[in-house]
């Protein structure tokens, strides 16, 4: 359950709307595009709003063998919280830039502190700016044309290669006309089995363009083999802009997980 509580907030900054959507069209790629004028264009492109209230749904499993949990509610103010709340408040989690915490009234636990949790999930290392970025559809770690390339430029997408991130070599595929990530792949390049790749469809909500739906596949070695973990986030009636609070008081009596 407690990888359970960190998969949804993972989701919880990314978005969808149930009436105000249209479909994105890719664009065309430019061949002559330089690494620094892309590099701009996708800082640019990150979607621009104070606030978001909805919900979320959310799969996981492994080999193709998925479950779905209750749709859950969330709300997150830019750059500064994300909320998330199981139904009837069972369980809640409240990530902010210093510390992600979480409680389960089920399993009556509780966690109050790092990212370690969210960052062994995902198979790298993230902070909340990462984790925002991850989930907006944006680079996850600052780029510069010092440490990244662009290595293909195919129909579809502008391909960038970025190595300079401890042990992580990070590819993107960005999208033409948006400027969006349409793929990324995050290898260990100390153990190249151990990797995360990370797909994205968006839509537009009131002319903000935010994923509609992300699929994570992480691989990673465990005691010695190959687990792999399959994620996929689905974000439905989206509302931004209005007025949020995170209520959130960790249950005395839970037991911490630390």
């Known amino acids: ?74 709300r997150m103010q830019k750059d500064k919280a994300i909320w998330f709340s199981a139904p009837l408040g069972v369980a809640k989690v409240f990530v902010t830039p210093e510390k992600a915490s979480y409680y389960n009234r089920l399993e009556n636990t ?16 993230v902070n909340f700016e990462n984790l925002q970025r991850l989930l907006l559809g944006q680079y996850i770690y600052d780029q510069d044309t010092s440490n990244t390339k662009i290595i293909l430029i195919d129909s579809q997408n502008y391909i960038l290669q970025s ?13 033409p006309k948006t400027y969006r990530i349409g793929f990324l792949e995050i290898t260990n390049t100390e153990n190249p089995k151990e990797k995360s790749e990370v797909t994205y469809t968006y839509q537009k909500v009131d002319n903000v363009l935010f994923p509609d739906t992300i699929k994570i596949n992480v691989q990673r070695m465990v005691d010695g083999e190959l687990q792999k973990t399959e994620i996929e986030l689905s974000f439905k009636s989206i509302r931004l802009n209005e007025k949020v609070n995170f209520p959130f008081k960790i249950p005395s009596g839970t037991k911490s997980i630390l």
């Open 163 to 175: 190595e300079n991130i401890n042990t992580l070599k990070t590819i993107y595929g960005i999208t």
């Open 110 to 125: 509780h966690f109050d502190g790092d990212f370690s949790h969210i960052s062994d999930l995902l198979g790298f290392e």
């Open 1 to 74: 359950m407690r990888k359970i509580v960190f998969l949804v907030a993972l989701g919880l900054l990314t978005f969808a709307c149930k009436s105000k959507k249209s479909t994105v069209s890719a664009g065309e790629v430019d061949r002559k595009m330089k690494v620094g004028t892309l590099i701009q264009h996708h800082s640019n492109a990150f979607p621009k709003f104070v606030t978001v209230n909805g919900s979320i749904s959310l799969a996981h499993g492994s080999e193709g063998n998925m479950s779905s949990l209750p749709a859950l509610s969330f």
